[in-house]
């Protein structure tokens, strides 16, 4: 079915929830965001922000980006993939945004799960990519043929 049209009802700053087994999962996440956002131009933030917490499964090392538009947001995914955005600790987090989201963002940055569809209230789910599989190598036993 058609998409219904994006609309931005929630002001202010909203939270991007990137999260990975490690630091390099992060940096590809946000490159295959970035490439996600040129395809799909027409998303709306509040509906990524909410899809992003409430929809994905969070790993152990995490990173929340606070943006207030969509270029601000392109802005921070490119810098977190080339590597020049730092990685902020919990007691960084939620400076600038509302008091629910900046506490519920220092709990969820130490590690805790949190229900994002009770901070979050504005936002819908949306259809972006998968987060992609880590590929693993197993190297089977040398067996010899009888």
Known sequence: PPRPPAVD????????????????????????????????????????????????????????????SGDELAMRLCDLARGAERLENAEDAGVGADERVGAALKHWLAGETLDWGEVLKAGRRTAIDPTPLRRRYFPLPNVRAE
């Open 9 to 68: 009802t929630a002001p202010g700053l909203l939270p991007i929830l990137l999260s990975g087994d490690k630091a390099d999962d992060l940096r590809e996440q946000a490159r295959r965001l970035l490439q996600w956002l040129d395809r799909e131009a027409s998303v709306s933030l509040a509906d990524l922000a909410f899809t992003l917490a409430a929809g994905r499964t969070h790993r152990a090392c995490r990173r929340a980006l606070l943006v207030s």
